[in-house]
DNA sequence: CGAATTGTTGAGCATACTCAAGGAGCGTGG
DNA sequence: CCACGCTCCTTGAGTATGCTCAACAATTCG
C-alpha cells in the first residue's frame, strides 16, 4: 500500500478495490535529489505529481530573493492537481529531501473520476484539507508569536507524518534545517535557532540524533494552540483531548449587533 | 446577471445558459445586518451559501480572543463550498457590512455538476483562485513588512472588486475598519493607521470620503509586489506571455458532456 | 443631538532582525 | 585516518519594526 492510499483513508471511505486501482495508476517512479524543482512557477504540467517518499515543499520566491514556503508536502500528497483547472502553475514545487516521485497521468485522471466516485470524492477532500492547512497556517503564521508559531508547526507535522505512519506521539524524523523552519513561519532561521532552544529548555520538544522528541506532546499542543479538526481526519486524534479553550480573555469577536 | 456569473464568467467559459441556470438555482436571498454570523465555526450546513451583496470574512477566533480574518467574501463568492464534502465547519464566516445572501441548494449543486461539467469545472476554478489567494495571502502575512503588507491587500481587493463591477482603476469602494485590515494582517490597529497614513503621504492611495482613491496604482503595485497571476483571471494583464495561437486547451477534470 | 464606534497621536517597550563570528557535524579526497 | 570544505547550528550585540496602553478627535448612526 503506497502512501497515497494510506494518505486518503485516513480521511474518506475507500474500498479496497479503490485503492488497488490507485496505486496502480502511479506511474513512471523517479528518484530526484535534494533541493530539485518538482515543478516549475510558470509550468503547464501535463499529469500530476504524487510524492512517494521524501519532503518537498510549494515555494515561492520574492522579488528580495527570499524564498518563502507556503506548504509541506509529505508521502501521499499530490503536487499539482489543481492545475488540470488553473493552467499555469502560480509558485513552485521543490524537494527539501531527495524524494520519490510518480505521476498520476492525467487522463486516468479525468477517467476514475468519472468511474469512481468515491475516488473523486476523496481527491476533493485532499485539496480541500490542503485548503484547510493553509488558511491554518495563514493564522499560525499571522496571528502567534514565534514560539508558538513554531510549536503549531511541529504538532501539525508530527500527526500528519504519523497518518503516513512515519512518527509516533514520541517523536518523528523530521530533516528540515532552521532555515526552511524560517522560510515557513516567516521569521529568520537565527529566531527558530532561538526560539528551538525556549522549546527544549521548557521541556516541550527535545533532539536525539536527527529525531525531534516529544517528551509532553500534550503540553506542547496546549501550547502551540495545535487542535487538528483542520485536518479533518476521519481517526479521531489520538493524542490531542479538545483544547480547553481556557480563554485568557473572553473578548467578544463579532459583538451582537 | 448576478455577481456570481460575473464572477464565474472571469475565470472560466460559460455559456448564457449556463448562466441563466445558475442565477436561476440562487435561492432565498436574505437580508443580514453587518457583524452577523452567515455560518459558524462546527455547524454542518446543508445548503451552499452564497454572497449577493455587501463584504463578508472567513475568520478564526483564537484562545486569545484574537480574530484572525482568512479570506474576505466579496459578491459573487461562495461561502462553504467545501463543506459538502468535509462536513464540518473549521471556521466562522461572518458578514462585515450588511450584506444579501443566497442559498444553493447542495441537491441543486450535485445534479448541476453532473449535467453541466462547465459549471462543475467553473466552481472547481472558483475554489482553486480561493486556495491560490490563501498561499498569496500566507506569503503577504508572513514575509512582507506592513506597508507593503497593505499595500498588497489593498490591490488584491481592488482587482476583485473590479472583476464584479464594484471598483475602476481609480477607486473602490471599501468599507472595512483599519481593525478590520489589522486582524487579517497580522498587525494592530493602531499600526495599520500609521502605515496608511504612510501610504497616503508617498502618494499611493488617497481617500475621498468612504472612497479610495489610487493616484498611481502602477507605482502602488509595484510598490505592493503585486502580481495578479495568482487570481488567474481569463483577462490577461500585464507580465503573463501571451498562450501561444492553438494553445492546448487543459484537459477537463470533470466529465465533459 | 448624544452615544458608540472608528480613527489618530504619543510614549515606552518587546519581539524579532541583521550582521558577524565561531563551532559542530559530515562527506570527500589525499 | 585525518584534513579540508561545506552546510548548518549557535551565540552575541546593536537596531528596527511593530506592540500596548492611553487619551483624544472625528465620524457615524440612532
Redesign the interface.
Known amino acids: 500500500m503506497t502512501p497515497v492510499s494510506l494518505k486518503l483513508r485516513s480521511g474518506s471511505d475507500l474500498t479496497a478495490g479503490d485503492i488497488a486501482l490507485l496505486d496502480g495508476l502511479l506511474v513512471n517512479p523517479r528518484q530526484l535529489n535534494a533541493r530539485e524543482d518538482i515543478v516549475s512557477d510558470?509550468d503547464?504540467p501535463g499529469d500530476v505529481r504524487v510524492i512517494l517518499d521524501g519532503i518537498a515543499c510549494?515555494y515561492?520566491v520574492?522579488?528580495s530573493g527570499?524564498r518563502?514556503i507556503?506548504?509541506f508536502l509529505l508521502p501521499g500528497d499530490f503536487c499539482d492537481l489543481?492545475?488540470?483547472?488553473?493552467?499555469?502553475m502560480?509558485?513552485s514545487i521543490g524537494t527539501l529531501t531527495p524524494c520519490t516521485v510518480a505521476d498520476f497521468p492525467?487522463?486516468m485522471?479525468?477517467d476514475v473520476?468519472?468511474i469512481r466516485p468515491r475516488i473523486a470524492?476523496a481527491l476533493?477532500?485532499a485539496?480541500?484539507?490542503?485548503?484547510?492547512i493553509?488558511?491554518e497556517?495563514?493564522?499560525n503564521?499571522?496571528?502567534?508569536p514565534s514560539d508558538q508559531k513554531l510549536a503549531h508547526l511541529l504538532c501539525e507535522l508530527r500527526l500528519r507524518l504519523e497518518v503516513v505512519g512515519l512518527a509516533t506521539s514520541r517523536s518523528m524524523k523530521l530533516p528540515l534545517t532552521q532555515e526552511e523552519l524560517g522560510d515557513t513561519?516567516?521569521i529568520s532561521s537565527v529566531h527558530v535557532n532561538r526560539v528551538f532552544q525556549q522549546l527544549k529548555h521548557a521541556g516541550l520538544v527535545a533532539m536525539q540524533g536527527r529525531e525531534t522528541l516529544f517528551p509532553n506532546l500534550p503540553r506542547l499542543e496546549k501550547f502551540g494552540?495545535f487542535n487538528p479538526?483542520?485536518l479533518?481526519l476521519k481517526v479521531e486524534s489520538v493524542s490531542v483531548p479538545p483544547?480547553s479553550?481556557?480563554?485568557?480573555?473572553?473578548?467578544?469577536?463579532?459583538?451582537?449587533?
Open positions: 510558470g503547464r510549494r515561492k520574492m522579488p527570499r518563502a507556503t506548504a489543481h492545475v488540470c483547472i488553473l493552467g499555469r502560480d509558485h492525467q487522463a485522471l479525468d473520476m468519472q470524492r476533493w477532500w485539496t480541500l484539507v490542503d485548503e484547510a493553509l488558511r497556517w495563514l493564522v503564521v499571522g496571528q502567534r513561519l516567516g494552540e479538526d483542520y479533518h483544547l479553550a481556557g480563554a485568557r480573555q473572553p473578548s467578544p469577536v463579532l459583538p451582537s449587533g
